[in-house]
């Protein structure tokens, strides 16, 4: 049964009516009428509802009632900041769903550089895309950022996703689990020099209720976290020291917006058959770094270390946390 919901977006205040528990509502459908209201694409719309208002997390695939909305609810529709001003144009089609578009300051995510297929496997449904992050010591929460939120620049709020989970589960994450106290370690999170890695990305897949696939370039070994109990996956890349995300465009040239980055367990063979293809293809271009022979500088004191077990021994040792490679 459809319930009207109050809508104020830039361009005044409207009612929709919207069914919250039909299976084929989504969170898209409802961002797709709010973009022919406010002229906001998907990638560019920042929803809030409650008292005081509170940022929904938006993952387009999942279902409306995932959003908790109920009747005669009133949601605030706000441009992300550095976001391009809208401009009236046609519908974004229902399928694929789209992945974030940066505001302008940022750079478009670009695939991998080296031949003209480097970062691109064509499979049935679309072109896989190797979406490359800035190399900033915060690119998985980036490329999670990308994949579930929609927004490259919204690292730091997946930082404080890790942070909560921790705070709120001492049982799960103890100080045995994270290789120091608890405090320590949410403080080092909580700081944008500090990598993430296994702990998060199991953090990740339980908070978004979504397999994420890790596909390791150097070994094409794919590491699955959630595997089994979710109905959703997504992929990401990893070199060794970078984490990337990837997505599925219509076709090569098309723009973020268009792009799919969650797709559902049931078949996806296809997009993990193409992921793996991509990790061989990024291999053979010699796109990863061997993590126990690589050479590193503490950027705090200067040391220098050899490899990413030298690496954590130290910041457990110091608290130092930030580091460059040679």
């Excluded at 900041?81 to 940022?106: D, E, F, L, W, Y």
């Excluded at 670009?110 to 896989?128: C, I, M, P, R, Y």
């Excluded at 900033?136 to 999670?144: G, I, Y």
């Excluded at 997946?158 to 100080?175: F, G, H, L, T, W």
């Amino acid at each position: 049964m459809s319930v009207p919901i109050r809508i104020r977006h830039p361009k005044g205040v409207s009612t929709l009516q919207v069914d919250l528990n039909s299976d084929s509502a989504t969170v898209l459908s409802l961002q797709q009428s709010i973009h022919e209201l406010s002229d906001l694409l998907p990638s560019q719309q920042e929803l809030k509802s409650g008292y005081p208002p509170k940022a929904l997390t938006l993952i387009p695939e999942l279902p409306l009632s995932s959003l908790g909305l109920q009747r005669g609810d009133q949601i605030t529709v706000t441009a992300k900041p550095g976001s391009v001003s809208a401009t009236t144009g046609p519908s974004v089609p229902t399928a694929p769903v789209s992945a974030p578009r940066p505001p302008a300051s940022v750079q478009t995510p670009k695939a991998s550089t080296g031949s003209t297929n480097d970062g691109f496997v064509e499979t049935d449904v679309g072109t896989l895309v190797h979406r490359v992050v800035p190399d900033d010591n915060s690119c998985l929460f980036s490329s999670v950022a990308i994949v579930f939120g929609q927004d490259i620049t919204a690292a730091r709020k997946m930082r404080s996703v890790v942070v909560d989970v921790i705070k709120n589960d001492p049982e799960a994450y103890p100080d045995v689990v994270l290789g120091q106290s608890r405090e320590s370690y949410m403080a080092a999170i909580s700081k944008d020099s500090t990598w993430g890695g296994a702990i998060e990305l199991s953090i990740f897949s339980d908070y978004f209720r979504t397999e994420i696939d890790s596909y390791d370039v150097e070994t094409g070994r794919c590491d699955r976290f959630g595997e089994g109990k979710y109905d959703n996956r997504c992929v990401l890349i990893y070199s060794g020291i970078h984490y990337d995300a990837v997505s599925l465009a219509p076709t090569r040239d098309a723009p973020p917006d268009f792009h799919t980055t969650v797709f559902p367990v049931d078949g996806s063979d296809n997009i993990s058959q193409a992921a793996s293809k991509l990790a061989s293809q990024l291999r053979a271009s010699r796109k990863f770094t061997n993590t126990s022979t690589f050479d590193l500088k503490c950027e705090i004191c200067g040391q220098g270390l050899k490899g990413e077990k030298e690496a954590r021994a130290h910041a457990a040792q110091t608290g130092h946390t930030s580091f460059g490679e040679y």
